[in-house]
């Protein structure tokens, strides 16, 4: 699993470019992508649960993203997110 916005292929750690087998190795890489998509539609689903003010929704869906593909700011929304939760439960 890549810990940064870049995606790497998992044979010989080029970057993602847009064709579906590496560059560099020729690996097949549409499962990663199909796991980045799934990861990056989960934290879309998170931000729009957080405008929404549906936190513990938002946060399960960045949490699910987290645990997909890595990226600083899924953990910030994760975080953000059981904040807001915890707050809305406290005053419930």
Same mark, same amino acid.
């Given at each position: 699993m890549a810990t940064s916005m870049d995606l790497q292929c998992p044979a010989c750690?080029?970057?993602f470019r847009t064709e579906r087998r590496c560059s &560099?190795?020729?690996a097949d890489l549409s499962q990663p992508m199909r796991v980045a998509a &799934? $990861?990056?539609a989960l934290r879309r689903? $998170? &931000?729009q649960a957080l405008c929404e003010g549906r936190y513990e929704k938002a946060f399960e869906a960045a949490s699910e993203a987290q645990e997909l593909h890595q990226t600083a700011l899924g953990r910030k929304t994760m975080l953000v997110a059981g904040v807001l939760d915890m707050v809305?439960?406290?005053r419930g």
């Amino acid at each position: 699993m890549a810990t940064s916005m870049d995606l790497q292929c998992p044979a010989c750690k080029a970057r993602f470019r847009t064709e579906r087998r590496c560059s &560099r190795c020729g690996a097949d890489l549409s499962q990663p992508m199909r796991v980045a998509a &799934r $990861a990056y539609a989960l934290r879309r689903q $998170a &931000r729009q649960a957080l405008c929404e003010g549906r936190y513990e929704k938002a946060f399960e869906a960045a949490s699910e993203a987290q645990e997909l593909h890595q990226t600083a700011l899924g953990r910030k929304t994760m975080l953000v997110a059981g904040v807001l939760d915890m707050v809305s439960v406290r005053r419930g």
